[in-house]
């Protein structure tokens, strides 16, 4: 056995020692923070928003960095940087050789979830799924917190990022300290490091008319999200939105890589409809999509029909009314849910179309609910065009 050898089985001895030590407080982690919930004011709320739901919108997002023009910090990426900020893709790539590439990312939010170790949970697989997105995997993350000094048991935060850490060892990363604050509204996210191979990165901007587009996680966590704030969720759809934004896009991400995409982004804050614009925006191209096929969450277009609407949903729908046509024979709810803002939503990939059928049946096969939505075609960068059903 050489060094390098050697060296890889200590590391996976280490990972795997962390994931065991992480599985077996989990009962225990569970029971403590159950308790410590029943007493304490419910985290949802404690913030305005939740999830992702929270994030600036798009619009104002767009005009803050039009202010940002001319700042060489900001500008395009060259040399080594082979993504920065001018970009706008889902994080930071730094070339470190011919054959390895730094990711970086960071993301934080407010309470999506009252259960503070389902928080912690979300929040970590959030924060992963960027570095997933560009075909990376995650190295190594610290925490970011923002709790009120007062008023709030720090024993929750405590729960949180058992389950932040919980995340982190089932993707093999590990979570190495952090930085909080005293703050009213309590906040929890990551900044992680991931490293990726430079010729096989998955961008936003290398979308091409043909490719089919491939959605791996069902919609809905916005609208569960915003239900669960305003007691309107039941226990099964809040179970099942919290399963979906917690598995990790790490399989989804593989699978992808090995069928040759090269344009990828992962659907959070700005919905499905806003993040494919930025993606064909980015790539000179349109789309077209037909929205019987695009997975739902259960109960979800029932949750959307009662308006339960984000004020981050609003949002979305409002930036994109200019981009996209929707047919008339779409569902009201359906709409809703196509610019439902996500929280740890799954990929969004953009398929070479011979390799499109045998990824989503590999998906699939994985357990996700992939489903084969649409097509990029050629005509006004960025336009979306959805239909009820097939073209």
Same mark, same amino acid.
């Given at each position: 056995?050489?060094?390098?050898?050697? @060296?890889?089985?200590? $590391?996976?001895?280490?990972?795997?020692?962390?994931?065991?030590?992480?599985?077996? =407080?989990?009962?225990?982690? &569970?029971?403590? %923070? &159950?308790?410590?919930?029943?007493? /304490?004011?419910?985290?949802?709320?404690?913030?305005?928003?939740?999830?992702?739901?929270?994030?600036?919108?798009?619009?104002?997002?767009?005009?803050?960095?039009?202010?940002?023009?001319?700042?060489?910090?900001?500008?395009?990426?060259?040399?080594?940087?082979?993504?920065?900020?001018?970009?706008? =893709?889902?994080?930071?790539?730094?070339?470190?050789?011919?054959?390895?590439?730094? +990711?970086?990312?960071?993301?934080?939010?407010?309470?999506?979830?009252?259960?503070?170790?389902?928080?912690?949970?979300?929040?970590?697989?959030? /924060?992963?799924?960027?570095? *997933?997105?560009?075909?990376?995997?995650?190295?190594?993350?610290?925490?970011?917190?923002?709790?009120?000094?007062?008023?709030?048991?720090?024993?929750?935060?405590?729960?949180?990022?058992?389950?932040?850490?919980? $995340?982190?060892?089932?993707?093999?990363?590990?979570?190495?300290?952090?930085?909080?604050?005293?703050?009213?509204?309590?906040? *929890? !996210?990551?900044?992680?490091?991931?490293?990726?191979?430079?010729?096989?990165?998955?961008?936003?901007?290398?979308?091409?008319?043909?490719?089919?587009?491939?959605?791996?996680?069902?919609?809905?966590?916005?609208?569960?999200?915003? %239900?669960?704030?305003? @007691?309107?969720?039941? !226990?099964?759809?809040?179970?099942?939105?919290?399963?979906?934004?917690?598995?990790?896009?790490?399989?989804?991400?593989?699978?992808?890589?090995? %069928?040759?995409?090269?344009?990828?982004?992962?659907?959070?804050?700005?919905?499905?409809?806003?993040?494919?614009?930025?993606?064909?925006?980015?790539?000179?191209?349109?789309?077209?999509?037909?929205?019987?096929? $695009?997975?739902?969450?259960?109960?979800?277009?029932?949750?959307?029909?009662? !308006? *339960? +609407?984000?004020?981050?949903?609003?949002?979305?729908?409002? #930036?994109?009314?200019?981009?996209?046509?929707? @047919?008339?024979?779409?569902?009201?709810?359906? /709409?809703?849910?196509?610019?439902?803002? &996500?929280?740890?939503?799954?990929?969004?990939?953009?398929?070479?179309?011979?390799?499109?059928? /045998?990824?989503?049946?590999?998906?699939?096969?994985?357990?996700?609910?992939?489903?084969?939505?649409?097509?990029?075609?050629?005509?006004?960068?960025? #336009?979306?065009? $959805?239909? &009820?059903?097939?073209?």
């Amino acid at each position: 056995m050489d060094g390098q050898d050697a @060296d890889g089985r200590l $590391v996976a001895a280490g990972r795997a020692a962390i994931v065991a030590k992480v599985t077996a =407080d989990q009962t225990q982690t &569970q029971t403590q %923070a &159950q308790a410590q919930t029943r007493q /304490a004011p419910r985290l949802t709320s404690l913030s305005p928003g939740a999830g992702c739901a929270c994030k600036l919108p798009l619009a104002k997002l767009e005009a803050l960095f039009a202010t940002m023009d001319g700042v060489p910090a900001m500008g395009p990426a060259s040399g080594d940087l082979l993504i920065g900020a001018a970009e706008g =893709d889902d994080a930071a790539v730094l070339r470190l050789d011919a054959e390895r590439a730094l +990711v970086l990312t960071t993301d934080f939010f407010t309470p999506i979830v009252d259960d503070p170790f389902d928080w912690g949970r979300v929040a970590a697989a959030n /924060a992963l799924s960027d570095v *997933y997105a560009m075909g990376g995997r995650p190295l190594f993350a610290v925490n970011i917190a923002a709790w009120p000094g007062e008023g709030l048991d720090i024993a929750l935060l405590g729960q949180v990022m058992r389950g932040g850490a919980q $995340v982190a060892a089932q993707a093999g990363c590990f979570l190495a300290g952090g930085h909080t604050i005293d703050d009213p509204v309590p906040k *929890y !996210g990551l900044a992680v490091v991931g490293l990726a191979d430079p010729d096989a990165l998955m961008t936003i901007d290398r979308a091409a008319p043909g490719d089919q587009l491939i959605l791996t996680k069902a919609l809905g966590t916005g609208v569960v999200a915003t %239900a669960l704030k305003r @007691d309107g969720a039941s !226990g099964d759809q809040v179970a099942a939105a919290v399963g979906s934004m917690t598995l990790l896009n790490a399989g989804a991400s593989q699978a992808a890589l090995a %069928a040759g995409v090269r344009a990828a982004t992962d659907v959070t804050g700005f919905g499905l409809l806003g993040h494919l614009h930025r993606m064909l925006a980015a790539s000179g191209a349109a789309a077209r999509l037909t929205a019987a096929a $695009v997975p739902l969450l259960p109960g979800a277009a029932e949750l959307a029909a009662a !308006g *339960y +609407v984000s004020g981050g949903t609003k949002a979305n729908t409002e #930036r994109m009314r200019a981009v996209v046509t929707l @047919d008339d024979a779409i569902p009201a709810e359906v /709409a809703v849910l196509l610019h439902d803002a &996500q929280t740890s939503g799954g990929l969004l990939l953009a398929v070479p179309p011979d390799q499109a059928s /045998a990824l989503a049946s590999v998906l699939r096969v994985q357990g996700l609910p992939a489903a084969l939505i649409g097509e990029v075609v050629p005509g006004e960068s960025g #336009r979306i065009e $959805v239909s &009820q059903g097939p073209f």
